[in-house]
């Protein structure tokens, strides 16, 4: 990645907006410049984008929508807003949470109202830290739906998306405005694209194993569930030209994949009764924290894997969901109708199992408070899973108009940045990570950023 000035022969062609990234932030971003008027591309490294949108679960959180109140949840921002905030322990800026958390709404009704995106609420079960039901998603609950939905709609308002085309060079003068890009094709051809205004959506930097150990250790090592072009692009852009960073050392970890088969396992499994025990069949946590910490958790067992127990009736709650229905295809999902033959089907060891099962109906020694109304009931269910990290939270400093800082604290004049690519709300490391945080910050700073229209820059706000 590099800053070069303007190059003197000028540009191939220009665009009001350029976006680099074409994932769920990228192609919500391009909606929105266009409805405004402007002339917009998108740069993609891939041949079909997906990045890490496809991998998820594409439940965007979001309170007092048409959905949520047309289920009879009664929510607001501002419960939002807390809830944010009590996850991260206030080590995220509260600015940026209230304009997440104020616009999520907003966002998700044009989605489904301009373009039909059929967007209902989780009703069956809670993610952990959310003191309301507000995940939305499509009906196969997958992230694959959601970015080949919002592709479809982006090409059928005609704006192009340039594949197989990886982002290389940015241009910028003296004073930090951006002129364009240099981008490169697998055969070695280049484009060279001028923009008026450049939206920087190409997410973190999971896939970039050098800078994950530099900056998070404490999962370096681990499986990575993103995208592999997630190499931080953006970050390295933001050294060159001065960008201020934040929370580098924060990220999304899930501590239920099915493992070897590389398929994630929803926390429902776990938030609707269930529980992990690790090979010696023993439980080590408080399952109910949230799966974003889980994922150190389980890392720090015996072989980096573990067991998750839950019951029928909680798989029946799994199966919404895409993912699941392919863990079970690939016969990632034990199923036993009592004790001793799960024990025999996974290997633990009947007697200590017993106990750590025991341990619902008792005391939790690490502080759980189980529902009775959820008790595991045989038949029962198993998958053998491990943790991982799915994508960085840290990145680019940016307002809540997703306008990019500079180190010294004056903004950009043109340059933005979404999702993973900017510093998200869920401070400093694994454990301020709230459910759907990621996608969150990915369409809510999309849509104001596409929004943001050809404007010089702004008198920045006090920060």
């Known amino acids: 990645m590099s800053v070069r000035p303007p190059p003197s022969e000028g540009f191939a062609f220009t665009c009001d907006v350029l976006v680099i990234g074409a994932g769920a932030g990228g192609l919500v971003a391009a909606l929105a410049a266009r409805e405004g008027g402007e002339d917009v591309v998108i740069v993609e490294a891939d041949t079909v984008p997906s990045g890490s949108t496809a991998l998820s679960a594409g439940l965007i959180p979001a309170p007092g929508t048409a959905a949520q109140k047309a289920a009879g949840i009664e929510d607001d921002a501002t419960r939002f807003a807390a809830d944010i905030m009590a996850k991260a322990k206030g080590e995220n800026d509260p600015a940026l949470v209230a304009a997440l958390a104020g616009g999520a709404a907003e966002v998700i009704d044009w989605l489904a ?9 989780v009703e069956d079960f809670d993610y952990p830290g959310h003191s309301r039901r507000r995940m939305h998603g499509l009906p196969t609950r997958s992230g694959r739906e959601l970015i080949d939905r919002l592709r479809s709609t982006v090409e ?65 090592e681990a499986l990575y569930f993103g995208h592999d072009g997630n190499r931080g692009d953006a970050v390295r852009w933001g050294a060159a030209l001065g960008a201020a960073t934040r929370h580098l050392g924060a990220f999304q970890g899930h501590g239920n994949v099915a493992h070897p088969h590389g398929i994630l396992i929803t926390w429902a499994t776990i938030m609707e009764g269930g529980i992990q025990v690790n090979l010696e069949s023993q439980r080590f946590h408080d399952e109910s924290q949230g799966y974003s910490e889980a994922a150190a958790a389980v890392l720090a067992q015996p072989e980096g894997v573990v067991w998750a127990i839950y019951d029928d009736r909680i798989a029946g709650i799994a199966r919404q969901f895409a993912d699941f229905r392919d863990a079970e295809a690939q016969g990632a999902v034990f199923t036993a109708d009592s004790i001793e033959s799960l024990a025999t089907a996974t290997g633990l060891r009947e007697t200590i199992l017993r106990e750590s099962l025991h341990q619902i109906d008792g005391t939790c020694p690490f502080g ?7 008790r595991l009931t045989p038949p029962y269910a198993a998958t053998r899973v491990t943790g991982a990290l799915f994508h960085t939270q840290g990145g680019l400093e940016v307002d809540d108009d997703a306008r990019v800082y500079r180190e010294q604290g004056e903004m950009f004049p043109n340059l933005f940045a979404v999702g993973g690519a900017a510093c998200g709300v869920s401070g400093s490391g694994d454990a301020g990570y709230l459910s759907g945080n990621g996608l969150l910050s990915a369409v809510v700073l999309g849509y104001r950023a596409g929004r943001a229209g050809q404007s010089t820059a702004p008198t920045p706000p006090e920060r």
């Open 368 to 374: 759980r408070i189980f529902d009775p109304a959820k």
């Open 113 to 121: 109202d301009r373009y039909a995106l059929p967007f209902s609420v």
């Open 156 to 220: 059928d308002r005609e704006i192009p998306i340039i594949t197989d085309c990886r982002a290389e060079t940015l241009f910028a003068d003296a004073a930090g405005r951006i002129h364009g890009v240099e981008a490169h094709r697998p055969d070695g051809s280049r484009e060279v694209i001028g923009c008026n205004r450049l939206i920087l959506a190409c997410n973190g930097f999971g896939g970039n194993k050098a800078m994950v150990r530099e900056h998070m250790p404490t999962i370096g």
